[in-house]
């Protein structure tokens, strides 16, 4: 297979688990994130960071957000690690403030599957 090819399969991948990991995250879907979670996962939000685990937990239980909408994302693949950079925004359910997130989410291609190994978000209330 050529690499363009494979790029574009890549990268159509790549958008479906983006897109998947940010509805998964509204509707409070921990079993399809546990399908695509590295087993070493890691993510950051503002003042905690938490392992795979702790971050399924956490997301199976309802969001303190509603209305979560992805604005724009960019798709960087360097070999067999991609780097998805993004911004959403949504509505806190307890105030109604409006906020906006920045995130940027580490998938690796392992064994022909890509995974997400870690999650940064600069995410206000969520």
Request: hydrophobic share 40%; charged share 25%.
């Amino acid at each position: 297979m050529n690499d363009t090819r494979q790029s574009a399969e890549d990268l159509a991948i790549l958008e479906q688990l983006n897109l998947d990991y940010n509805h998964s995250d509204q509707a409070s879907d921990a079993k399809r994130f546990s399908e695509f979670l590295a087993e070493d996962f890691i993510v950051q939000t503002p003042g905690v960071t938490r392992n795979r685990e702790e971050y399924l937990e956490y997301i199976a239980k309802p969001r303190p957000f509603k209305d979560l909408v992805l604005r724009e994302f960019k798709i960087r693949i360097l070999g067999d690690v991609a780097l998805i950079h993004g911004r959403a925004t949504y509505t806190m359910i307890a105030n109604g403030a409006d906020q906006e997130a920045l995130y940027t989410d580490v998938y690796q291609k392992r064994e022909g599957t890509w995974v997400c190994v870690s999650a940064c978000a600069i995410a206000p209330g969520a």
